[in-house]
């Protein structure tokens, strides 16, 4: 109970949380990303939870992968552009944080954890593609930032490493190379995160950078792959 407390008492129903915004900025790769995300929280309003996640997701790609993080609102289809923008082994990886919150999305707030799951999946990969370059490395991050239900990080059906096959068929998607699941707002999950590889994408991940980004996810496995 101790993870449900801290998220209830520090995070879950708290307007803002300085704490967390001192240890994610203090986080920071460089200098200037500081400076762009302190700016933006300062002006944050309804959109504070969506930037503390951006800022989860440097974290865990800058530092705890290891696949450096080189810009921010990157600019990729006319004036659009994605969050993060990374840089593996000289090619351009464009990530595109996609949060939600039940205080910000009615789909958040309806019960039924597959198909509310269901939802938020789809949602986050449909308003990411036209944010995308078509045939580039594009990477969708679903930050599930639900305090009330379990969020998507923590359903045994969204876990499975087999679970791509169900949401990422579609062609609608096919800029979206792979997605990552974000742990929730919990102590223990914070940092933690899954991935699921589009199996026909426009571009596909190199095979190096596969390697590197699964060294540290939490997706299970399925019963015969153990």
Not at 208 to 219: A, G, R, V
């Amino acid at each position: 109970m101790r993870a449900t407390t801290q998220i209830k008492s520090d995070i879950g129903y708290l307007a803002t949380n300085p704490k967390l915004e001192e240890k994610l900025l203090g986080f920071m790769p460089q200098d200037n990303f500081r400076a762009h995300f302190s700016s933006r929280l300062q002006n944050a309003g309804e959109g504070y939870w969506q930037i503390l996640s951006e800022m989860r997701a440097m974290h865990i790609f800058h530092n705890l992968i290891g696949v450096p993080v080189v810009g921010v609102e990157a600019k990729t289809v006319g004036d659009k552009s994605v969050d993060l923008l990374c840089d593996w082994d000289g090619e351009k990886v464009f990530v595109e944080v996609k949060g939600f919150r039940p205080e910000d999305h009615e789909i958040a707030r309806r019960g039924g954890s597959l198909g509310n799951d269901e939802e938020k999946i789809d949602r986050a990969l449909s308003r990411s593609q036209d944010k995308f370059l078509a045939n580039a490395c594009n990477i969708v991050v679903i930050a599930d930032e639900e305090t009330i239900k379990p969020p998507l990080f923590m359903n045994p059906l969204a876990d499975l490493e087999g679970t791509p096959e169900i949401y990422l068929n579609s062609p609608d998607y096919s800029k979206t190379s792979a997605v990552v699941v974000l742990g929730g707002l919990y102590e223990e999950e914070m940092f933690k995160y899954k991935i699921w590889y589009n199996t026909n994408p426009q571009k596909s991940l190199s095979g190096n950078l596969i390697t590197k980004l699964n060294q540290e996810k939490s997706n299970a496995k399925w019963p015969w792959q153990n």
